[in-house]
């Protein structure tokens, strides 16, 4: 009667505010969709390293069958997997920015209506943005670095407490 919910799996890196969490992401649907789905506040990882991102921890890294994560607290999620881009349905204009994220710096095409005034790109509707050709940098000293290249970031808007579009940086 029931038909099995289908999940697409993928390998993920979720950077919070003090962890990079490494695991499996098993994605209702199209992963930018899951994520902005308010429905679900959290998501979980499967087969999970958490590490620490600050270099004076007591622990490097911990290894979890299962990690939760409250949507809310994500700075980033970067798709590791270059199958992801074959399946997305992102808008057609992109812009390159940077986001500042309290000790990261996050680098990419942000992929925005082609009408989005350069002032207000971030649609409030929305809480995660796909970047592609992604690039993320930490500001301070830390312990572990996050995968400073990803085909798929998905940026969360709540985390960003600036940005700066590069001119002329509109691409269609």
């Keep these: 009667m029931f038909a ?4 697409t799996t993928f390998n993920v890196e979720a950077v919070l505010p003090d962890y ?5 992401l ?10 902005n789905d308010r429905r679900y506040p959290t998501f979980s990882l499967y087969d999970c390293e958490l590490v620490p991102l600050s270099s004076d921890r007591k622990i490097s890294t911990i290894s979890q069958e299962l ?3 409250d949507k809310k607290r994500v ?3 970067s798709v590791l997997d270059e199958s992801v881009k074959d399946d997305l349905h992102l808008t057609i204009s992109e812009r390159i920015v940077i986001f500042y994220c309290g000790n990261l710096a996050i680098h990419g095409l942000l992929h925005v209506p082609a009408d989005a005034p350069d002032e207000d790109i971030l649609d409030e509707t929305k809480d995660f943005f796909g970047i592609t050709e992604g690039s993320i940098y930490s500001l301070i000293p830390v312990g572990a670095e996050p995968h400073i290249n990803a085909p798929l970031m998905l ?16 691409r269609s």
């Design 26 to 35: 098993r994605s209702r649907g199209e992963v930018l969709n899951y994520l």
């Design 20 to 24: 990079v969490v490494r695991g499996i």
């Design 4 to 7: 099995e919910i289908q999940f």
């Design 155 to 170: 940026l969360n808007q709540h985390a960003v407490a600036a940005y700066s579009v590069q001119s002329g940086s509109e």
């Design 75 to 77: 700075v980033v999620v």
């Design 67 to 69: 990690v939760t994560i």
